[in-house]
């Protein structure tokens, strides 16, 4: 079955790095594209970023972009969020979601499986 | 602030149903963009409750169903049930945000 495992989750000082990973298995993983979703605490979802199956195309929510780099590594069945210059308002739980068919990504995308999600707290 | 709007709570007694509306406008859901729905039970990762406007994936419950016209979309819920109790999101896409995969603001369901 498809299974999607985040970790790299953490208490980090604002302005610092992190880097989530996701891996993936289940599925094949270089047939999707892959995204980051985050929710704020007692908050609903943001969508954050989106690379495509073979990691040519990517992109970002105005709020991350030039701060987040969304990549991926389809020879680890892996999917990796790095942030930088974190913020407070940056803390939220990260999932990463797969998108519901192979080889596309666009108008009609849709998120049928999900991780259990990390959490990403910054704070002094 | 999310460009779909769903009330904030609903609520039914065990056996009623619920309907939770979805409202967008003509840069998403009235452009033809297709709607999708998702359960999120407290401390869960959402899962994935109706697609497409009106399709459930295998194992949901054919008490669950969608709709969707104009400008909005629609979730109903009949025979609620005590695990029904979740927060529900609505998802679309929009072709006037630089981010286009959009959420509704999120429904609180009390059973």
């Known amino acids: 079955q498809v299974q999607l495992v985040e970790s790299g989750g953490g208490v980090v000082q604002p302005g610092r790095s992190l880097r989530l990973s996701c891996a993936a298995s289940g599925f094949t993983f270089s047939d999707y594209a892959l995204h980051w979703v985050r929710q704020a605490p007692g908050k609903g979802l943001e969508w954050v970023a989106i690379?495509?199956?073979?990691?040519?195309?990517?992109y970002y929510a105005d709020s991350v972009k030039g701060r987040f780099t969304i990549s991926r590594d389809n020879s680890k069945n892996t999917l990796f969020l790095q942030m930088s210059s974190l913020r407070a308002e940056d803390t939220a739980v990260y999932y990463c979601?797969?998108?519901?068919?192979?080889?596309?990504?666009?108008?009609?995308?849709?998120?049928?499986?999900w991780g259990q999600g990390a959490l990403v707290t910054v704070s002094s | 602030q999310s460009v779909l709007t769903q009330p904030p709570s609903v609520s039914g007694a065990p056996g009623q149903g619920v309907t939770i509306s979805c409202i967008g406008n003509?840069?998403?859901?009235?452009?033809?963009?297709?709607v999708h729905w998702y359960q999120q039970l407290p401390g869960i990762a959402p899962k994935l409750l109706i697609y497409?406007?009106?399709n459930r994936p295998s194992g949901v419950p054919d008490r669950f169903s969608g709709s969707k016209s104009g400008t909005s979309a629609s979730l109903a819920i009949t025979g609620l049930q005590a695990e029904d109790e979740a927060d529900y999101y609505c998802q679309s896409y929009d072709n006037s945000l630089s981010a286009p995969y959009v959420f509704g603001t999120g429904t609180k369901v009390t059973v």
């Open positions: 979601a797969r998108e519901g068919s192979t080889y596309y990504y666009g108008s009609g995308s849709f998120f049928p499986y």
């Open positions: 003509n840069s998403n859901i009235g452009a033809g963009y297709d």
């Open positions: 497409d406007n009106d």
């Open positions: 690379i495509s199956y073979d990691g040519s195309k990517k």
